[in-house]
């Protein structure tokens, strides 16, 4: 069963990964008809929002676009704040509704915000607990086993969080960049829907991995069973 869970959450992830890639990388080669850069789209969509205290940073590298709610920084993936794609707008515009959802204090935003901690925490107890326990052997089984599936519960409740707030940031997205005339034709309005589902299920893959795991983990605590 542990080969089974780890081999199958292997490759939802890499499957998910794939897929954000390739669609992101075909709509890369996409110029948006309005010639406007990532950057400029997102600068626009904060101002037209009236949100003056977050500011829009560049960064190296390739899908490493976020919105961080506690500096109040969009930052985005030099590709995308320069470039004029449409895969450099939806993305852009992405990480506005973000910042967008911060502004009306969305709930599954305030959520997952107050449960960065917690969640940290518990990614930093499974590396202790699988090393220490299972490899080692210095922790009894009957106890690694419920610190697992707890640690495994949170990371799952985080993620299951995280997927609220990602497909309505989404949806915000492709509403906002047609009402500002950042898209205008269905070409245009179909890359971004595509870019952004397939960037979407990157999180139903995270959750469905941290399900399988904590179901691995809770269901022989739960039944009695053995470590098989």
Known sequence: MFWIVLIGTLVIGF???????????HYSQIRAHNGYSGGDVAAQILRSAG???VGIHVQRGQLNDHYDPIRKRLVLSDQNYHGTSISAIAVAAHECGHALQHQQSYGPLKFRMASVGITSFANGMLTWIMIGGLFLGLIPFQIALPILA???GVIMAFNLVTLPVEFDASRRAKVVLNQMGFTS???EDEGVSKVLNAAAFTYVAAFISSLGWFLYYILPFVTGGSDD
């Not at 499957?15 to 990388?25: D, E, I, L, S």
């Open 51 to 53: 949100i003056h205290d």
């Open 150 to 152: 707890l640690c495994w």
């Open 185 to 187: 034709t269905s070409t």
């Open 15 to 25: 499957w998910a990964q794939a897929k954000v890639k390739r669609c992101f990388a």
